[in-house]
């Protein structure tokens, strides 16, 4: 069995010119131009009144034939590597998460085919946001193209210039010649609710202008591999192809920029996610005035705090974003902050899940003073942080979570109170346990003592023994009055 992975929804230069039908999986984004747009107001058929308690049917053939005009094909060729065919299992060009992958490999010829540097194609969405030709799409579905091309729904064609592309949010611009064309209508995202209906338009598997429909599953949602876009997580049918195409609400405005999907086959399979729409507004902004994304750089790594953890740090409820690990000489170091701080708000932004910070801390100005309230020790504290610019480079921050990840630990240092309490002198507190941590037996509560025969006195120095061990490591544990040894296998 293929073990679960989140695939790129669309597909970009990764189709052999030989096989039609394959297609890889990428990510997406985009953003929308300050321009006059169409009106796309839904007729009343279209439309939804949100009453509590109630379920209404929702009609989107008016939105469909108002916006779908402003929705476009993407097509893209480009040059394969040596690499790439690697990668695909012997079917150059294809991506191991493609299903005809699967059916190559098992029903195809047993030679491999040459891997030598050949053309490639793929496709992908997108939509107008301008009437004199800006259309925003994925990054990777124009990443690596060499020639780029547009379809209308009237069936005319375009070649488009890539204006920018930014892949860390995976939002691309793209521009063709033409005039007076139809444009979307662009909604706010914070105004979304679970539960909502929600429409998708987009070419999947080639098929253009599919509307797919259904409704917004969760908020906020974080995605590995993903440093900063709180995702809107939805049940629409989303498919290869769909990459970059519009994600409405029921009143035909455009809230997000379909962009993934999870899946243990690379189809759908009930989990897609949305890049909100003013995400990729502000990364477009940036993308046609510089050619290039500056954000902001905190310089921590945070994780989610749950029920758990939040009776651990003494919280009231669970929410805000816990700090697991601080780049050394980083803004966040320089400013005060701590491991084991829970931040809880961001220059006035409330942060209610981890996923609210990156967004954030990215949308704040390089050299700007922030306000970052934090609860440590119980209290409430307001640190001053001057905030750094994030460059790609930056990987310190992930490492700390990549370290946690290996243990499967949320811990923090023992406070005065507690050492006193359980006559322990050092050691780490167990907030959570999952992964390796748990399948070991690790639960919350146990005071972490030794690591390998190391004695523990803060998380920085668990962080380091981890980064330098090897597979198999021994904890030395206290629970309750016992202290034992504890196998783990690092993940």
């Known amino acids: 069995m293929k073990g679960q992975v989140f695939a790129r929804s669309a597909l970009a230069a990764a189709v052999l010119t030989a096989v039609t039908g394959g297609i890889v999986y990428s990510s997406a984004g985009a953003a ?29 053939s008016g939105i469909v034939e108002k916006a779908g005009p402003a929705v476009v094909n993407i097509s893209v060729t480009g040059k394969s590597t040596a690499a790439d065919d690697d990668d695909s299992a ?40 301008s009437a004199d030709g800006l259309i925003l799409t994925n990054a990777h579905v124009v990443d690596g193209a060499t020639d780029v091309t547009v379809r209308l729904t009237d069936r005319r064609e375009f070649k488009a ?25 662009i909604g706010n995202p914070g105004d979304a609710k679970v539960g909502e209906p929600v429409l998708a338009i987009g070419s999947p598997y080639g098929f253009d202008n599919t509307a797919t429909a259904g409704i917004i599953s969760a908020k906020s949602r974080s995605l590995p591999e993903d440093t900063y876009v709180p995702f809107i997580q939805t049940d629409v049918a989303v498919n290869p192809g769909n990459s970059g195409g ?31 729409i003013d995400v990729a507004t502000k990364v477009q902004q940036q993308l046609v005035a510089h050619g290039h994304v500056t954000r902001g ?26 700090v697991s690990s601080v780049e050394k000489d980083s803004p966040a170091a320089k400013g005060g902050l701590q491991v084991g701080d829970v931040i809880t708000g ?37 640190l001053s942080v001057t905030i750094g610019e994030w460059k790609v480079a930056q990987s310190d921050a ?41 399948v ?33 490591v021994a904890l030395l544990v206290q629970r309750d009055d016992s202290k034992i040894f504890i196998p783990l296998t690092l993940g």
Request: overall charge positive; proline content about 6%; cysteine-free.
């Open 246 to 276: 519009p994600l409405f609400n029921a009143q035909g405005e455009v809230i997000g920029i379909n962009s993934q999907i999870y899946s243990r086959t690379g189809g759908y399979q009930g989990l897609s996610f949305a890049i909100p």
């Open 90 to 129: 012997g079917i150059p060009g294809l991506s191991p998460d493609d299903p005809m992958n699967e059916f190559f490999r098992r029903f195809g010829p047993q030679a491999q085919m040459p891997s030598k540097p050949h053309m490639t194609r793929g496709q992908g969405s997108g939509f107008i946001v």
């Open 32 to 60: 929308v131009a300050q321009t006059t747009p169409v009106s796309l107001v839904a007729p009343s058929s279209s439309s939804v009144t949100h009453t509590p308690g109630l379920a209404t049917a929702t009609d989107f």
């Open 161 to 185: 210039k890539v204006l920018g592309a930014d892949k860390q949010s995976d939002i691309a611009v793209i521009r063709i010649d033409a005039k007076d064309l139809p444009v979307v209508r």
């Open 398 to 438: 992930k490492k700390g979570q990549s370290d946690q990840a290996k243990l499967g630990l949320a811990v923090r240092q023992l406070s005065p109170q507690e050492r006193a309490q359980s006559g322990i002198e050092s050691g780490l507190l167990v907030a959570s346990a999952n992964g390796p941590a748990a």
């Open 440 to 472: 070991a037996g690790i639960q919350a509560g146990d005071v972490i003592l030794a690591f390998n025969g190391v004695p523990l006195k803060d998380v920085d120095q668990l962080r380091k023994l981890v980064d330098g061990a090897g597979k198999n």
């Open 297 to 322: 750089r905190l310089g921590v790594a945070v994780q989610e705090v749950n029920q758990a953890l939040a009776r651990s740090f003494g919280l009231e409820k669970a929410g805000g974003a816990l």
């Open 346 to 382: 961001f220059n006035g932004r409330a942060i209610e899940h981890s996923s609210d910070l990156p967004a954030a801390v990215a949308d704040a100005t390089p050299g700007s003073a922030a306000k970052v309230a934090v609860m440590r020790e119980k209290a409430e504290k307001t």
